[in-house]
């Protein structure tokens, strides 16, 4: 099993990003998919989440109308745009995959946001 996210870097305020994370090893299409995020010196949040079935969305309220979560299952890939970046948004950004009790990771990508 492989989640490997792509796509971070640093950014000024304001400016976007789009992470990828394409997923291997197990049925893409059955597991909801998230995005996390852990700044320094913090605990892991939640950013997004979409779900295996619909395809429905939530987000943490700090990056609603911000941020977009979507997925690909052609391609076994989950993105998470993000627009009007703050440097609070600054941390490492990890994938999640669940099914029920499985719990995939992935190693993360680091975002900097900074003038």
């Known amino acids: 099993v492989q989640l490997v996210e792509s796509g971070g870097g640093l950014v000024q305020p304001g400016g976007s990003l789009r992470l990828s994370c394409a997923a291997s090893g197990f049925t893409f299409s059955r597991f909801a998919m998230s995005w996390y995020r852990q700044a320094p010196g913090k605990e892991r949040e939640l950013v997004a989440t979409?779900?295996?079935?619909?395809?429905?969305?939530s987000y943490a309220d700090s990056m609603k109308g911000r941020f977009t979560i979507s997925r690909d299952n052609a391609k076994n890939t989950v993105y998470l745009q993000m627009n009007s970046l703050k440097p609070e948004d600054t941390a490492v950004y990890y994938c999640?995959?669940?099914?029920?009790?499985?719990?995939?990771w992935g190693q993360g990508t680091q975002v900097t946001v900074s003038s």
């Open positions: 979409i779900t295996s079935a619909s395809g429905s969305t």
């Open positions: 999640n995959a669940r099914n029920y009790l499985i719990n995939y």
